[in-house]
């Protein structure tokens, strides 16, 4: 099983580095964007087979330890 | 539009930050885990309405510029 965690600012959470890439693409000429947001991205590669409690404790690890709730928002898919 | 893009060292790829997180996790308690990999995640939004050019656009900026094709892999999907 593969847990796949992606974790992003808040939208009302300044995020300097989407700014710098946002600028930097313009700057290469790319037109049309809008806004663009930088975050992490985790792949968890887990042993054993029951799906449910590799969610609780991925969920649980994503809340607690991953990110941090108070300016991020994480989004998780077991596989 | 928005792109969302994920960038992942390739496998080959020595992944310490990777390293680093599956060891905390490990001494955090969680059980059952193989392999972390730890990456980048970019959405971008955008103006306009051509998808195709929009994947065109995106799939180039990934390749040339958002990610280091010698050490790493990107997956992007325009949604």
């Known amino acids: 099983m593969k847990a796949k965690i992606i974790i992003t ?41 029951d799906r449910e409690a590799a969610r609780k404790a991925m969920e649980e690890a994503s809340h607690k330890f991953l990110s941090n709730p108070v300016i991020e928002d994480y989004q998780l898919v077991i596989e």
């Open 9 to 49: 600012p808040k939208k009302a959470v300044l995020d300097p580095q989407g700014k710098t890439v946002q600028q930097a693409l313009e700057h290469m000429g790319y037109r049309d964007i809008q806004a663009v947001h930088v975050g992490k991205y985790l792949e968890i590669e887990l042993a054993g087979s």
